[in-house]
């Protein structure tokens, strides 16, 4: 429940999550959810000003590719949300789509990874990291 409200969003039914927790409190989760047996959906979280753990963003890139094998993780992202832009960006997800006047907040932008694209679950240099989690 910390983590949907973190995201702004209602925990739905079968919807997982992986944390990062860090003297017992929460630094970074993600929550899975919207699962098509194809897509799912990616709800990211990452506390200010926090350097994020390599084995986390090993854990929830392998969990929708690898546990789940699905061929595409979506993720939403309000336009004026600069930081989130920057993490789905870095991790390798491409703006797919705009949906413009979404909310109060501006225009929602539709960020889609496929598992070619995960730069995690792609590179030489995380090829250990990626190991330790599977």
């Not at 929460?26 to 899975?32: K, L, N, R, T």
């Not at 699962?35 to 969990?63: M, N, P, Q």
Request: with cysteine.
């Amino acid at each position: 429940m910390f983590l949907c409200d973190k995201l702004g969003i209602l925990p739905s039914v079968g919807a997982t999550s992986i944390s990062w927790v860090v003297g017992g409190v929460a630094v970074a989760g993600a929550v899975f959810d919207s699962f098509t047996g194809k897509s799912i959906t990616a709800h990211i979280w990452v506390k200010e000003r926090t350097a994020v753990s390599k084995l986390w963003f090993a854990a929830i890139c392998d969990y929708p590719f690898n546990q789940l094998g699905v061929t595409k993780v979506i993720g939403k992202v309000d336009s004026n949300n600069l930081r989130a832009i920057h993490i789905d960006e870095h991790m390798g997800f491409e703006l797919e789509a705009v949906i413009g006047d979404y909310s109060d907040e501006g225009d929602m932008l539709l960020y889609t990874m496929v598992k070619s694209q995960c730069r995690m679950l792609n590179s030489p240099l995380w090829a250990r990291v990626i190991r330790r989690v599977a």
